[in-house]
């Protein structure tokens, strides 16, 4: 199982960029996928989770700004980020628990991508 994020780049502040983040291989069933980041010198965070029945959980500093969605058919992940900040700057990675396997009981172990940087600055 591979996860494959795209979309950062360099946006002014006030600007929009979209990530997507693609889980491919032996995938059986996703029970949650999401968006981290982290800033140099930070820990790792939490930006947004989107779980099995629709729930979204958002971190407090992205909330009205950030948007995470989901295409079950296509195994991708994507965060819509408007009215970005400089504070927003870190390398993004997006994880997902992914059950590749029959074993029992089943398990979704954790998956992480790549990361993709985002850069706010004008």
């Known amino acids: 199982v591979q996860l494959q994020a795209s979309g950062g780049g360099l946006v002014q502040p006030g600007g929009s960029l979209r990530l997507s983040c693609v889980a491919s291989g032996n995938i059986l069933s996703i029970n949650r996928m999401g968006w981290y980041r982290q800033a140099p010198g930070k820990q790792r965070d939490l930006v947004a989770e989107?779980?099995?029945?629709?729930?979204?959980n958002y971190a407090d500093s992205v909330k009205g700004r950030f948007t995470v969605s989901r295409d079950n058919a296509k195994n991708t992940v994507y965060l819509q980020m408007n009215s970005l900040k400089p504070e927003d700057t870190a390398v993004y990675l997006c994880?997902?628990?992914?059950?590749?396997?029959?074993?029992?009981?089943?398990?979704?172990?954790?998956?992480w991508g790549q990361g993709t940087l985002v850069t706010v600055s004008s």
């Open positions: 994880n997902a628990r992914i059950r590749s396997d029959f074993t029992h009981p089943p398990r979704w172990p954790d998956y």
């Open positions: 989107l779980v099995n029945g629709g729930s979204t």
